[in-house]
């Protein structure tokens, strides 16, 4: 029994020393696995051994849950920014003078790990600092970033490490090239350029048309003088009750109008313009004085019981309006 004793005796300063030699190893031979493959893939023994204290480095672990069965849309979405700010970190610091390193632990890679820590959410970040070294912490706990804000993107990210290793270099966040974004923006663009160039000659006369240009700004200004905005932004009714069990459609005073109000306006608007345009441009143009004579008659009497109706209207919105034509 003695003799067991004397070498155990014998075997612990040399246990020690192997251990302290592996604690110091500990961040040289993983950086070296993370500049080929960036961020580290954890189990529960890997996560164990890089947050045990004592280290004189820091650790960026992310847990989270990646299969579809565990319903983590926020873990799938923040993967791919997490692994770019890993490799663009690792690339920008290629000696580990930040001595930072980046791991990913996945539920089902260590659920003993998430039951330690009794985790019911994912994605949670943990970043371990160091306990030795010039840039020790005497809080030996991991400090835990906040993912109820919905952050899926790598910048907040990056600033929140940076934040916490003040004495540490922070290589910048470099995105890679997205080729394919650029061959979707070429070929686009191309087809654009390509088809314009097709179209042209058919569309040019369309678009130089004085008529379609004349016959658009009039319905504009029609849709805008009517009222069409104020029933928008004031969400006023179609119609309403008279009171006696008919409908009203003009809103009396100036302030107020119904959406069937605004529709019959614009039809009076339209019957003055198409009448005025006819009269002008139209009636000139007739070679026959007998059916000249009719149209400057039919278009006049349009005109005069049109703008009739219209003053009965500006009557029924504002009753002491002192004007007013027959028949109306």
């Known amino acids: 029994m003695r003799f067991f004793q004397t070498l155990t005796a014998l075997l612990l300063p040399v246990a020690a020393l192997g251990a302290k030699k592996s604690t110091g190893d500990r961040f040289k031979e993983n950086f070296g696995k993370q500049i080929s493959s960036a961020p580290l893939k954890l189990d529960d023994d890997l996560y164990k051994q890089l947050t045990t204290a004592p280290r004189d480095y820091s650790v960026a672990v992310l847990l989270t849950a990646l299969e579809a069965r565990f319903g983590c849309q926020l873990c799938r979405d923040f993967q791919p920014e997490w692994e770019i700010l890993a490799r663009s970190w690792t690339k920008g610091d290629k000696k580990g003078d930040s001595r930072l390193l980046f791991g990913t632990l996945d539920f089902n890679d260590g659920k003993a790990t998430f039951q330690s820590l009794m985790l019911q959410t994912a994605p949670v970040l943990l970043l371990f600092q160091p306990t030795t070294g010039p840039n020790a912490k005497a809080d030996a706990q991991p400090v835990r970033f906040d993912f109820n804000t919905g952050v899926s993107d790598a910048h907040p990210i990056h600033s929140w490490i940076a934040r916490h290793l003040p004495d540490a270099p922070h290589p910048p966040l470099v995105r890679p090239i997205n080729y394919t974004r650029i061959v979707v923006v070429t070929t686009s663009v191309l087809g654009i350029i390509t088809f314009a160039s097709v179209?042209?000659?058919?569309?040019?006369?369309?678009?130089?048309?004085?008529?379609?240009?004349?016959?658009?700004?009039?319905?504009?200004?029609?849709l805008f003088?009517?009222?069409?905005?104020?029933?928008?932004?004031?969400k006023?009714?179609?119609?309403?009750?008279d009171g006696?069990?008919?409908?009203?459609?003009?809103?009396?005073?100036?302030?107020?109008?119904?959406?069937?109000?605004?529709?019959?306006?614009g039809a009076m608007y339209g019957v003055l313009a198409f009448a005025t345009i006819s009269l002008a441009l139209r009636v000139p143009r007739m070679t026959n004085p007998q059916t000249q004579a009719v149209a400057v008659a039919v278009w006049g009497g349009v005109m005069f019981g049109m703008y009739s109706?219209?003053?009965?209207?500006?009557?029924?919105?504002?009753?002491?309006?002192?004007?007013?034509?027959?028949?109306?």
């Open 236 to 241: 006023v009714p179609y119609v309403a009750a």
């Open 309 to 328: 109706f219209l003053l009965s209207v500006f009557r029924i919105k504002n009753g002491g309006y002192p004007f007013y034509l027959p028949p109306f």
């Open 225 to 234: 003088t009517s009222g069409h905005m104020f029933n928008h932004i004031r």
């Open 199 to 222: 179209a042209w000659p058919y569309v040019m006369p369309v678009a130089q048309n004085r008529n379609l240009w004349a016959a658009l700004s009039l319905i504009a200004v029609l």
């Open 244 to 265: 006696r069990g008919g409908i009203t459609y003009f809103a009396g005073g100036f302030q107020n109008q119904f959406g069937m109000e605004t529709q019959l306006v």
